[in-house]
């Protein structure tokens, strides 16, 4: 990537003068600077100067300033001070040199804390998986017209998954200002912001330094006010760079958070009374809880109605292992339920209907004619026309438009008054019926885990297994999944808000490493011993950020999960060939990573992190995983390459 000219420095100036001095008389007097190299020190006399030092001596002085004392990129700091911005990903680059500068010499590194990085799709990809565990956004910076293109995937992969995430763009925008250099031409534009418009929540290119101040407040309020996502602002490098000239006319303003808007009471108390009449009520979850107040009051409401709850795991919205998660009996819950309240839900549509994809599309709604369907949340409010993220229209009898989290304490109130003795019994037996259900499914969960038990390559089954075996006393955070029909939230305790933080939002191949990284990042703070489970493919986009997992010492199990396949499209190929009776012995082709199989645990150890493996014996499991979570205990990042079965 292109750098700028530098400014000019007088002590560069006076080297590159002695250098070039030298240089001369090393051509013109050879024969005098070979007996000079060999004259005893004493005798060494300085040569008299030559017309060349006489003529650069004698020029007259630029007229260029060489030093100032402020710079706009100083103010940008305090700014970013004020925000609580405690981290700034970034991959360097010259259109934002003078904010780079600013923040590592006025701003001492400190709040925010330069994160490095080798992509900027690792730099937006951190801030989405540090945003839902510490629940507010890092910044990430980036280059121009290139910087931003690397980082749009991330970008929109925070957009679908409704995350916060403070963007900046470094651009020089008039072209009068562009040096000589074509790069500075083609890495600037009128508008870098177009290309990412459509899954940006806002954006803004600030004229002046005040305009800034109140772009970037402005900036911060949106993306943390639901429905949440990224923003992006454009930093024209003059404004950066150049002196402050009205400094005591600027201020910053204040921040005020909004506070997420509940529910019409209206609405609520006839919610409630849906709810409370029902003979089989279902919630239904994806994204709602953003505090462990949220699934605390999640689990309240339930255990009121002694109701079925559906989690479709956008967050950690209710423990895995409490009586009511009827997740994995989803046709039958739905099936049977006469009324079904959707809190914060992305894709109504799936959650509540069957697809079949065959030669001909099909589809049906797994609910019985007649069941309400309400909905409570902000998905809404905020919605673009281009990408599709918003699923397919629902049949929806109620539209509650409220933050999910801060509507539940009253709409726990309004149940609360409806309730009376007679239906408590109801409910009690309800509630025994569910226990023994979900008690049956974790029985199941955990006998179809010992299938292949001891078989290589190693089963997905066993490596959750493990893996749970050697954390679950641990405080633990889960902060990625690849692995198959969903293991960990079948087998392990998820019982805290910070156990799973949800998965990309946009199934963009390349985030789960370093939005794990991120969560790390947050959960370091905290003591936490964070896990992923890291595909190999995805591994295979960005495998740099395992250099900046060093670098930060950030700690961090990865365990691969090595199928040494793209396997969804694997499967998908084989059925397009079986489609067309035409065998499956060529679905390898574009889809699997051999030949030559790639060894992670020999990247990772290039990258300066701990790395075992690859692993296929099953009996190696266990004791390369305790080996790994010592180091990650000690404060650094380790990797388990393990050999599994595809899916």
């Not at 109701?307 to 967050?315: E, L, N, Q, S, T």
């Not at 895995?320 to 039958?332: D, E, G, K, M, V």
């Not at 998908?572 to 645990?601: C, S």
Request: net charge neutral; glycine share 8%; aromatic share 6%.
């Amino acid at each position: 990537m292109s750098r700028r000219r530098p400014p000019h420095d007088p002590n560069r100036r006076k080297f590159l003068k002695s250098a070039t001095l030298a240089g001369a008389a090393a051509v013109t007097r050879p024969a005098a600077a070979s007996a000079q190299s060999v004259a005893p020190r004493a005798n060494l006399k300085a040569a008299a100067p030559g017309p060349i030092q006489i003529a650069l001596e004698s020029s007259p002085p630029e007229k260029d300033p060489q030093t100032q004392t402020t710079s706009g990129g100083d103010f940008m700091v305090d700014v970013l001070k004020t925000l609580d911005i405690d981290y700034l990903a970034m991959n360097c680059a010259s259109s934002f040199r003078g904010l780079h500068e600013a923040v590592i010499n006025y701003g001492k590194n400190v709040k925010p804390e330069i994160l490095t990085c080798n992509h900027e799709e690792i730099a937006v990809a951190m801030g989405h998986g540090y945003a839902k565990m510490e629940g507010k956004p890092l910044a990430m910076i980036c280059h121009g017209v290139v910087g931003l293109q690397h980082a749009t995937m991330a970008m929109y992969n925070a957009w679908c998954d409704r995350v916060p995430v403070y963007c900046i763009g470094g651009n020089i925008l008039e072209a009068n200002k562009r040096g000589n250099s074509t790069a500075e031409w083609v890495h600037s534009a009128v508008d870098i912001a177009a290309g990412v418009r459509d899954y940006t929540k806002w954006d803004d290119q600030p004229a002046s330094l005040q305009h800034f101040a109140e772009s970037a407040v402005r900036a911060y309020k949106i993306a943390t006010t639901p429905p949440m996502g990224p923003v992006l602002l454009s930093l024209d490098a003059e404004l950066q760079e150049n002196p402050i000239k009205d400094a005591e006319t600027l201020h910053i303003p204040k921040l005020s958070k909004v506070v997420p808007p509940q529910a019409d009471s209206g609405a609520i108390a006839e919610v409630a009374r849906l709810l409370v009449n029902a003979e089989a009520p279902l919630i239904v979850v994806d994204r709602m809880a953003r505090t462990q107040a949220g699934m605390d009051r999640l689990v309240e409401l339930a255990e009121l109605l002694q109701c079925a709850v559906m989690d479709r795991f956008g967050r950690t919205n209710f423990p895995s292992r409490h009586p009511l998660n009827q997740t994995f009996r989803r046709n039958a819950v739905v099936g049977q339920a006469d009324v079904i309240l959707a809190i914060e839900m992305n894709d109504h549509w799936a959650a509540l209907n069957a697809f079949h994809d065959r030669i001909v599309r099909t589809s049906q709604p797994l609910y019985k004619a007649g069941t309400k369907i309400i909905s409570l949340g902000l998905r809404d409010m905020y919605l673009k026309a281009n990408y599709q993220d918003f699923g397919r229209f629902s049949d929806i009898d109620m539209s509650v438009a409220g933050d999910g989290e801060a509507t539940l304490p009253a709409l726990i109130e309004a149940v609360k008054k409806l309730i009376d003795g007679g239906r408590k019994a109801a409910y009690e037996a309800r509630g025994k019926r569910y226990a023994a259900a979900r008690f049956a499914m974790l029985e199941q969960a955990k006998s179809d885990a010992t299938i292949g038990w001891d078989s290589t390559p190693i089963t997905t089954g066993r490596m959750c297994a493990e893996v749970y075996a050697q954390i679950k006393d641990e405080d633990w955070s889960l902060v990625g999944n690849t692995i198959g029909n969903t293991w960990p939230m079948r087998l392990w305790n998820i019982d805290k808000i910070h156990r799973w933080n949800g998965g990309s939002g946009g199934a963009g191949v390349g985030y789960n490493a370093p939005a794990s990284l991120g969560a790390a990042l947050a959960n370091k703070r905290h003591g936490r011993l964070t896990v992923t489970f890291n595909g190999d493919g995805d591994l295979l986009y960005v495998p740099s950020t395992l250099w900046t997992a060093a670098h930060h010492r950030i700690p961090l199990l990865y365990i691969v999960q090595n199928n040494r396949a793209y396997h969804q499209e694997y499967m998908y190929l084989q059925a397009m060939a079986n489609r067309h009776a035409r065998g499956i012995n060529n679905a390898h082709i574009g889809t699997t990573i051999t030949d030559p199989n790639v060894d992670f645990a020999t990247v990772a150890r290039g990258f300066g992190v701990y790395g075992e493996g690859p692993i296929t014996d099953p009996k190696e499991l266990a004791p390369a995983l305790k080996r790994a979570i010592a180091v990650v205990k000690r404060g650094e990042p380790a990797l388990i390459d393990v050999v599994t079965d595809p899916r």
